[in-house]
Structures are given as C-alpha cells and as structure tokens.
C-alpha cells in the first residue's frame, strides 16, 4: 500500500524557515516523480514545487523560485522541502504527492498535509 | 505559465443527474490535462489523468474528454458521494497549474 505521511510543518515568524519532509513507503521510491502541492485556507491548490525520480530535474513556482528548494533522499525513501525568507502568503496545508512515473506529474496518491503558519 | 480556467464555479444538481465540468488552457496542452475530486477536510483524489483515462478504482461514471485547450469532465448521474469539488491540472509543464475548482452541490 502506498503511503505517503508528511511532518515538519508549524508555527513560524515571517523570515524564518522550516524543512518539510515526506515519508514514502509502498512502491520504489526512485521509479516516481515527487511534487509538493499547496492549499492556502478556503483556497484553491497550486502546484509549489516537483522533482524527478532521478533527482535530476527539479522545478517550481514562480512564487517560491529562489527560496524553496526540493531534494529526495533515495535511500531513505524521504522528500524534503526547504523553505526559507517565509512570507505571510506561504500559509497553507502542504501535501506530498505522488507522480505517475520518473517524470509525469499526474498525482495519484496524496499525503494527508500538514499545515505550515507564517504568522508573527 | 499555462493558465486553467474552470466553468461554472458552483454546480447545484441532484442525486441522479449529469453533471458537465469545464476546464480551458490558456496554451495547447495536448490530452496532458488531469482531474481531481476533493471533499471537506480531504487530500485530493486522481479521477482522470491524461484528459480521458480513469485512475484505479474510478467509477465508470466518471468519464473525461478534450484534447488542446478544452476539456470535460461528465459524471453520468451523480451519487451522493460525488458531490465535491473538482479541480483541473495541467501537467505540459512546470509549473503544474491547476483551474480553482468548480464546486458540485446538492440542489
């Protein structure tokens, strides 16, 4: 069973930063592209930021390029998200998905989220 | 950036009926458009991906169609689990893009 559970989220002050991570288990972590999706409150979803099964090709929005930065660590089956200089506008339930193949970014399988706060 | 363009923003149906979503690609995106339903409090979950395909253990009555810019997603006749919301993702290119969302309520 795929299972993806994400942690790392919080409370924290405009200008700080936090690191997301992604605990996958269920299928071989390093055949699948991984994204992070975003869902601000009472809002729609955006896409913030994907990485290849390679770890090779990375990407982002245009609203997190520059200070967040995606990673995976293949042994540990574990996806990461750095985020730093967090502004009041990155408050919003962050979820680790699930592409469906190396480099395809239809997201089949969803972590629950976990919420991250950007509030002084 | 690819922008996606949901129609109507809320649907009111009843249990029993068709539903017709809407979704327009500011660009081509060829049949590289997806569909996800999310309910309350839920992660969401993959419909369709790749404009027409059913994800694993999507019921028949989901169905989705278009190719370049417009897309449908029809659902035959609404069970009361259906009623959610439904967002369109294209997935040409980076950065992913979804439509935000077209609501489908009990009328």
């Known amino acids: 069973e795929v299972q993806l559970l994400e942690s790392g989220g919080g409370l924290v002050q405009p200008g700080g930063s936090l690191r997301l991570s992604c605990a996958a288990s269920?299928?071989?972590?390093?055949?699948?592209?991984m994204t992070w999706v975003r869902q601000a409150p009472g809002k729609g979803l955006e896409g913030v930021s994907g990485i290849d099964g390679n770890g090779v090709g990375t990407y982002y929005a245009d609203s997190v390029k520059g200070r967040f930065t995606i990673s995976r660590d293949t042994p540990r089956n574990t996806l990461y998200l750095q985020m730093n200089t967090l502004r009041a506008e990155d408050t919003a339930v962050y979820y680790c998905a699930r592409g469906g193949g190396p480099t395809t970014y239809f997201l089949g399988y969803w972590g629950q989220g976990i919420l991250v706060t950007v509030s002084s | 950036e690819v922008v996606v363009t949901q129609s109507p923003a809320t649907l009111s149906l009843s249990p029993g009926d068709r539903a017709t979503l809407s979704c327009r690609a500011s660009q081509n995106v060829g049949s590289y458009l997806v569909w996800y339903q999310q309910k309350p409090g839920q992660a969401p979950r993959l419909l369709i991906y790749d404009s027409s395909s059913r994800a694993s253990g999507i019921p028949a009555r989901f169905s989705g169609s278009g190719s370049g810019t417009d897309f449908t997603l029809t659902i035959r006749s609404l069970e009361p689990e259906d009623f959610a919301v439904y967002y369109c993702q294209q997935r040409r290119d980076w950065p992913l893009t979804f439509g935000q969302g077209t609501k489908v309520e009990i009328k």
């Open positions: 269920g299928f071989s972590f390093r055949d699948y592209a």
